[in-house]
């Protein structure tokens, strides 16, 4: 899956940039954890021995390292939003330039929609997509590291975690990740068909109106709107599906039973309330790595479709040229 997207970047040529920006923010998801673990245990601790010092020197330092914390991740992502920016507009001038090398049997075979939909809607998932590489890299850094922490905090805790994620990735994976695919390259082929029927009525409307078509072209940008309408619907609905599921059944009925069990142990003395806190709070984190490392591969997979077909165009105009 990645082998297209590295073949992307090399065609940029900032592919070694990319990689500094994502290891820069890999550990802000893991870090963020940890200071919330760590503030909640300590905490509760000096809460139960009633020592009010050092709770005042506990809520200091989690106030210190959150805006540490705050403030390293403002540094890096206005270092990546510009440099996704700066690339998204690099890939649209190569992609269009390639597009004009191009003979002019070789546009007239690819409708003007077909064109338009690769260098405005698939340029932009590469970099511009909510959910992506960079949110990829910080869950599996939250997941690895999270899940080391709460094995060396108690591995029972940690078996009844996994119980619960485990199947929740799976159906996850199972509703979601791969269907979208499919899903998405039936979107932006609803999309291009869409932008060609909006082109034709606007740029054929002096000659609709002369032989009266404005029906027929309303008509038809009117089916493939609802074509488009109907390829989006079916993505929401996987995602809606997933949240239904997964989210209630492993993700609160996990937390449900976790505290059931650990109840026991916090009366017999084997584990704080701190502890089960911060416990709580690393359950939360792979939790969290685990679903948001789902919603990215499909967020990635959904944005194959258009970086193959942006790989295809570059490919065949290397292909063209070097023929010549």
Known sequence: ???????????????????FLLIMRAPFDIASTIINAMFLQYAFDAVNQGDAAWLAYVCMMFGFASLCLFLYNGVVWSIYAPFAARMEGMLRMKLYNKILSFSYMRVEATTRGE????????????????VHLPHAACAIFNIIVSAIILWLINPDVFGWVIAFTAPHIAVSQLLVARAMPGLSKKSLEATAVNTEALAAFITCSDIAALYDGHGYLMKKFELSSKELLKANMRIRARNALNAGIGGPLFGLGGYLTLLLVCSGWIADGHITFGGLTAAFTYRG???????MLVNCIASIQSSMAGIRRMNDVLSEAEEGQSEL
């Open 285 to 291: 984190g792979v939790l969290a790595g685990a679903l």
């Open 115 to 130: 064109w338009l939909t690769r260098l405005n809607a698939d340029v932009e998932m590469p970099f511009s997509r909510a």
């Open 1 to 19: 899956m990645l082998d297209e997207y590295i073949k992307l970047l090399k065609a940029i040529g900032k592919g070694w940039t990319f990689l």
